[in-house]
Structures are given as structure tokens and as C-alpha cells.
């Protein structure tokens, strides 16, 4: 009998810490993630000095952030996607790319 007590507090006590929501990440978490997406980009543009723009962030299920890398004036500007599972980031040109003047009805 005390076993089985024993067991249930067990069990009881994993599925209350299964049930704990999840802790935010800190402002230090946030910014390695900020800087490490920044340099993968920038490399993968291939431009020395590029400048790039903030993340621009998706639902998690989608598991990828974007930004514009700004090139040199003499190049067009490049749209990366960052892949946050595989730390990967792909390059494609993003020449003409601007908000449009005013909103779409």
C-alpha cells in the first residue's frame, strides 16, 4: 500500500512539473539570437559591411525569421531567410522591394 502511495505522489508530482508553463527567455537570449541571425545572413550575402535591417519574426510554427540585407549601393539589396532549427541561412535577391504607398482595400 505505501508503494503504491509512494508511486502516485511520483507520478503526481511529474505531470505538475510536465504542466508548468514555459519561462519567456531573457533580454541575454534574445539579443545572442538577434546577433547570431544577423552574422549568418551577412555571410551568406557574400558583402563585406553589408548593413541589415531588424528580425522580422513568424509564428514558431513556421520555424523561420527574415530580414533585408542592405549590400554596398552597387548591389541589390537581399531577403534572408533564417532557418531557426538548422541555423541555416538562404540568400535571394530582393531587388524592387518596397511597402506599397498606402493600404490595399
Same mark, same amino acid.
Given at each position: 500500500?505505501?508503494?503504491? @502511495? ?28 538577434n546577433t547570431r ?5 551577412i555571410a551568406a ?9 531588424? &528580425? &522580422?519574426?513568424?509564428?514558431? !510554427? ?5 530580414? #533585408? @540585407? ?10 534572408? #531567410? ?6 541555416a541561412a538562404y @540568400? ?5 522591394? !518596397? ?5 490595399? !482595400?
Amino acid at each position: 500500500m505505501r508503494e503504491a @502511495i509512494v508511486a502516485t505522489l511520483i507520478t503526481a508530482s511529474v505531470w505538475a512539473g510536465a504542466a508548468t508553463p514555459a519561462l519567456a527567455s531573457s533580454d541575454a537570449a534574445w539579443g545572442e539570437f538577434n546577433t547570431r541571425v544577423t552574422k549568418a545572413c551577412i555571410a551568406a550575402s557574400g558583402v563585406r559591411g553589408a548593413r541589415a535591417s531588424s &528580425i &522580422i519574426g513568424f509564428d514558431d !510554427r513556421v520555424g523561420m525569421v527574415a530580414m #533585408l @540585407i542592405n549590400a554596398d549601393g552597387r548591389r541589390p539589396a537581399a531577403l534572408c #531567410l533564417y532557418n531557426k532549427r538548422t541555423r541555416a541561412a538562404y @540568400i535571394d535577391e530582393a531587388t524592387g522591394w !518596397r511597402a506599397p504607398p498606402r493600404a490595399i !482595400r
